[in-house]
């Protein structure tokens, strides 16, 4: 017995197991590290790419406000515009939007100002707001 005691305190001299044990856990804490900005970059990553899709929605809201306004006034030369609210099933999404539609007549003239601004997501607190204008003649065609 007293052999298997001597052979063990051989392997393990208190300073090699204490620089053994230091290498190890800086090894440990060099991975932890890496992990760490592992981390931190795919959640920063995420995050922007959050932020392009509700860009892209909210600009698609816009465009589809200036289209939606034009077929009105088409049909309608005194529309006035509107509040368009889409909820997250209609777009698809997991976000409600909102587009505002204000026309505004020019003197003088059968053109309509359209100004149309979208917000997504409809977050008061953190939403893309996206605006657009657009002159549309609501003058009749002549029949010659």
């Not at 060099?30 to 795919?42: A, D, H, Y």
């Not at 006034?73 to 976000?95: A, H, R, V």
């Not at 707001?129 to 003649?137: A, F, N, P, Q």
Request: aromatic share 4%.
């Amino acid at each position: 017995m007293n052999r298997i005691s001597h052979k063990a305190s051989r392997l393990c001299e208190p300073t090699r197991c204490g620089a053994v044990t230091i290498v190890v856990l800086l090894a440990m804490l060099i991975v932890f590290s890496i992990g760490l900005t592992m981390l931190e970059t795919t959640l920063r990553e995420r995050e922007r790419t959050l932020q392009f899709e509700q860009r892209q929605q909210s600009t698609w809201l816009a465009e589809s406000g200036i289209e939606r306004a034009a077929m009105q006034l088409k049909s309608n030369p005194d529309y006035e515009g509107e509040t368009w609210t889409l909820n997250q099933q209609e777009l698809g999404g997991s976000d409600d939007g909102v587009v505002t539609i204000k026309v505004t007549p020019e003197e003088n003239s059968d053109r309509r100002l359209v100004t149309v601004v979208a917000d997504y997501p409809t977050d008061p607190h953190q939403h893309i707001r996206t605006s657009r204008e657009i002159l549309v003649d609501v003058s009749q065609p002549s029949n010659n």
